[in-house]
């Protein structure tokens, strides 16, 4: 498959496009990435150097590839960390040309807002585009729990909640949902869960809590999660086989006290995941 990935990208570590495109590669699939901003490094490192990139600029690269008359073998198209919410006007008229290119692509936008310890820590107007733009046109969507509760306005408190939510979210646009780090008064001590939702049900993936606090697991299992979700059709599958691979590689991660994900000597996980965790319906 050929997927477009409109998001961050890092010199140092992996998050944002570091973090997203060599899974993908790594399963077999090109990867057109653009990306929002080239930064050092994350910024939950606190200190940062580097441009954000004007909306101007993506669209051109996006042009360019348009000229190349390449758009209609375009399968999916990725959005992440954005910069700048100006840029979000370029993401979805990039949307937009894949989807006349292909009118079965498909779009996944991964809503980086914050998380439950940072709170927000994109600029001001990317929480509301997300939620009143991006999401509408999305048909895949990957928020965390912090970032479906802003999307809907609700509290999640319990397994039950976190359905609703996620049903809610789909009513305002994707057909798939991904919800990640997902922790709720049913969810036993030391352990971290995945919900996954779309017209087939609502499935649970639960897997050990690690010691670490890592940046760019989210961009890795979004991608994991939509081309898996583009090649297999399933929602339980793809979730089953995204975190999967993302708690082999934190696993790796944890054991080597790195504070930046494995993404490169961890990459067999990608392929086949020392640990396969099941879905269960819920
Ligand atoms: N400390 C951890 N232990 C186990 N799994 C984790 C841990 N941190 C992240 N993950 C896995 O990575 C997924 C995505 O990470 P998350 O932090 O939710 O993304 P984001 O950075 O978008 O908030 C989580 O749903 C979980 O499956
Ligand atoms: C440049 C950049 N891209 C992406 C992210 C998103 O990281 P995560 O996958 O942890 O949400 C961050 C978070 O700090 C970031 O600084
Ligand atoms: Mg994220």
Known sequence: MNILSIQSHVAYGHVGNASAVFPMQRLGHEVWPINTVQFS?????????????????????????????????????????????????????????????????????????????????????????????????????????????????????????????????????PAAVLVTSLQTSETPEGAIELLAVDGEGAFRLRTPLLPISVNGAGDAIAALFFVHLLTTRSAAEALARAGSSIYGVLKATADAGSRELLTVAAQEEFVRPSTMFAPVAV
């Not at 198209?77 to 937009?96: F, K, N, Q, R, T």
């Not at 809503?111 to 048909?139: K, L, N, S, Y």
């Open 41 to 173: 490094n994350h910024t939950g490192y606190g200190a940062w150097r580097g441009p954000v990139f004007p909306a101007d600029a993506i669209r051109d690269v996006l042009t360019g590839v348009e000229e190349r008359g390449v758009l209609p073998g375009c399968d999916g198209a990725l959005s992440g960390y954005m910069g700048d919410a100006a840029i979000g006007d370029a993401i979805l008229d990039a949307v937009a040309r894949v989807k006349a290119a292909n009118a079965r692509a498909l779009y996944c936008c991964d809503p980086v807002i914050g998380d439950v310890g940072r709170g927000v820590f994109v600029r001001p107007g990317i929480p509301e585009f997300m939620r009143d733009r991006a999401i509408p046109a999305a048909d895949v969507a990957t928020p965390n729990q912090f970032e479906l509760e802003f999307l809907t306005g609700r509290t999640i408190r319990d397994l039950e909640g976190a359905k609703a939510a996620a049903q809610a979210l789909r009513s305002a646009g």
